[in-house]
């Protein structure tokens, strides 16, 4: 009962947040030059001045910036996040038709990373110092400063082009049914690449991380006496450790949750998935601002939930820590 009113408590004490991520999303994005006039001008190519100005107005891209941002943030208040000019869609729907691809890949990617990281980071503790340490130590720092993007082009000519296992772009075959195992296992093969693109990166920190808190975790004195009662060095780091360890990566992957979808935009256009980080990117030179303005906002609800999602998990994982 005290999770629910602490996760209602937290729930409203996010609005005026989010509220406050648009309007300096809204004003950012108006300070850089152009606009979607200036973008369909340039595109008939001899567009005059009469037809540029008729666009602004169909736009509301003619009235005051201040009259511009009360109208965004009534929109948002009311669930209203306006038009796409280039999809000719209403935002909402857009966002709302390409959200279950990023969710797939966020989800099928972090589940990577964190268990990935925790295996190979309890793997570097319980053998410290040797050849398992050194050699995790190395993979780890290769995953790090390699930039994603060739890592997936990596990929693609390894496991697509080389040994033709896998497909190299898009959510699922072209034709293939809409529902049923087949189309599952079908989105499930053209998941793997770009997943292991994303997580990669990920794996790295977390396994750096859960390392160091293991580390630290066996130098306290109640697990030297666990140790003392002759426990098998197996159950006290299952028992006694992992569970105390896992609260800094719990905490870095509530946080990771924004940045990963800041990097599903070059995962998803390298590999052609259908989701929010091709939209923004598409979005980005349409000069589309109603719906990266969209994007923006969603990303900021993602990263609130996230770290509610985190403070509830922190009192599961340790019962010392209460919420109220």
């Known amino acids: 009962m005290n999770r629910l009113g602490y996760a209602g408590r937290r729930l409203l004490q996010a609005v005026p947040i989010v509220l406050a991520?648009?309007?300096?999303?809204?004003?950012?994005?108006?300070?850089?030059?152009?606009?979607?006039?200036?973008?369909?001008?340039?595109?008939?190519?001899?567009?005059?001045?009469?037809?540029?100005?008729?666009?602004?107005?169909?736009?509301?891209?003619?009235?005051?910036?201040?009259?511009?941002?009360?109208?965004?943030?009534?929109?948002?208040?009311?669930?209203?996040?306006?038009?796409?000019?280039?999809?000719?869609?209403?935002?909402?729907?857009?966002?709302?038709?390409?959200?279950?691809?990023?969710?797939?890949?966020?989800?099928?990617?972090?589940?990577?990373?964190?268990?990935?990281?925790?295996?190979?980071?309890?793997?570097?503790?319980?053998?410290?110092?040797?050849?398992?340490?050194?050699?995790?130590?190395?993979?780890?720092?290769?995953?790090?400063?390699?930039?994603?993007?060739?890592?997936?082009?990596?990929?693609?000519?390894?496991f697509a082009i080389r040994l033709g296992w896998l497909p190299t772009h898009g959510f699922a075959a072209v034709g293939a049914a809409g529902s049923g195992l087949a189309h599952a296992l079908d989105v499930g093969r053209h998941l793997v690449l770009p997943a292991t693109t994303l997580a990669l990166f990920y794996v790295a920190l977390y396994t750096r991380l859960m390392r160091a808190s293991m580390l630290d975790v066996y130098g306290l004195e109640y697990v030297q006496s666990a140790r003392a009662k002759g426990l098998s060095e197996r159950r006290v780091a299952v028992k006694h450790v992992l569970r105390n360890a896992l609260l800094p990566v719990v905490t870095m992957a509530g946080i990771q949750v924004g940045h990963m979808l800041g990097g599903s935009v070059l995962v998803e256009t390298v590999f052609g998935w259908p989701g929010l980080g091709r939209l923004a990117f598409e979005s980005v030179f349409a000069r589309d601002v109603n719906l990266l303005l969209g994007l923006l906002l969603f990303s900021s609800v993602l990263v609130v939930a996230a770290n509610l999602v985190t403070d509830l998990l922190y009192s599961v994982l340790d019962p010392r820590i209460t919420v109220r």
Do not use: C
């Open 21 to 158: 991520m648009a309007v300096f999303n809204f004003l950012l994005l108006h300070l850089a030059p152009g606009d979607a006039a200036d973008v369909l001008a340039g595109e008939a190519g001899s567009a005059s001045p009469e037809f540029v100005a008729r666009l602004r107005a169909d736009f509301g891209l003619d009235e005051p910036l201040p009259l511009q941002l009360l109208f965004y943030v009534k929109q948002v208040v009311t669930l209203d996040l306006g038009f796409s000019f280039r999809h000719r869609t209403p935002v909402l729907s857009l966002i709302l038709s390409r959200l279950p691809a990023t969710l797939i890949l966020m989800t099928a990617a972090i589940g990577l990373a964190v268990s990935l990281g925790i295996l190979l980071g309890v793997l570097a503790a319980r053998h410290v110092n040797t050849w398992v340490d050194n050699v995790i130590s190395v993979f780890a720092l290769l995953s790090y400063a390699t930039p994603i993007f060739w890592i997936g082009l990596m990929l693609i000519v390894l």
